[in-house]
């Protein structure tokens, strides 16, 4: 079946540390992959996509490139700052499925 | 637009009683997603459904749950009667087009965080 697995957090990082969040899915045929960010408190937001093998999505300094060779979708930032502090959700979408969510990664940044 | 709106935001009850979480979703949207968000189990898709109609409601812990979509405004999911295992954030999320129309982008509401005690 589809399923995601994200790295474990909670990461701590300095603030203009690079981060990298590892995401790795199983799924048959050709997924879209998505990152969500949900602040405290709040809803998840979509933070970028990526709908066929190697695009790249981005959005607000983050990255991921949906590389069907290793299946992974790694979320990227070279320079992160206190406001992305937030817990992050790599998911995928399987045509006639639903859309799957991995365990969230939670990211904390300090000044 | 305001966003996909829900409330309550924060219920707190007793085991036994009944519990109505409501929805309403964006103008326009025609797919509706009911989540669950535990720390044990992460987010849980419970039910979603397209033009009005329930399509997919396998993730539906027991008969206790169920929920409605009387008109593509306005959608509830209840929880009858409520146990503390039921404790959660339970999220509503809206989209334009159904899962087989591919890569359709949910927006998702601020939560309803129900404490059962």
């Known amino acids: 079946g589809n399923s995601v697995t994200q790295m474990e957090g909670p990461v701590t990082l300095s603030e203009e540390a690079f981060l990298t969040i590892n995401c790795t899915y199983t799924?048959?045929?050709?997924?879209?992959l998505f990152w969500y960010v949900q602040y405290p408190g709040e809803g998840l937001q979509l933070l970028l996509k990526?709908?066929?093998?190697?695009d790249k999505g981005s959005n607000k300094g983050f990255e991921a490139t949906y590389r069907k060779e290793t299946t992974s979708f790694h979320l990227e930032k070279g320079s992160v700052q206190v406001s992305d502090s937030a817990v992050y959700f790599c998911?995928?979408?399987?045509?006639?499925?639903?859309?799957?969510f991995g365990q969230g990664t939670e990211l904390s940044v300090k000044p | 637009d305001a966003g996909v709106i829900q409330s309550p935001r924060h219920e707190v009850t007793e085991m036994g009683q009944e519990v109505t979480l409501r929805c309403k979703p964006i103008?326009?949207?025609?797919?509706l997603f009911w989540y669950r968000q535990t720390m044990m189990r992460g987010l849980e898709l419970l039910i979603y459904?397209?033009?009005?109609?329930?399509?997919?409601d396998s993730g539906m812990p027991e008969d206790r749950f169920s929920a409605k979509m009387p008109n593509a405004s306005f959608s509830t999911l209840k929880i009858q009667p409520s146990e503390p295992r039921d404790s959660a954030v339970y999220f509503c999320?809206?989209?334009?087009?159904?899962?087989?129309?591919?890569?359709?982008?949910?927006?998702f509401g601020a939560g309803s965080r129900l404490t059962v005690l």
């Open positions: 998911a995928l979408y399987n045509q006639g499925g639903k859309l799957i």
């Open positions: 799924a048959t045929g050709y997924p879209s």
């Open positions: 103008s326009g949207h025609n797919s």
């Open positions: 999320a809206s989209s334009l087009g159904t899962h087989i129309s591919g890569a359709n982008v949910l927006t």
């Open positions: 990526a709908t066929k093998a190697d």
């Open positions: 459904f397209n033009n009005n109609v329930p399509i997919d």
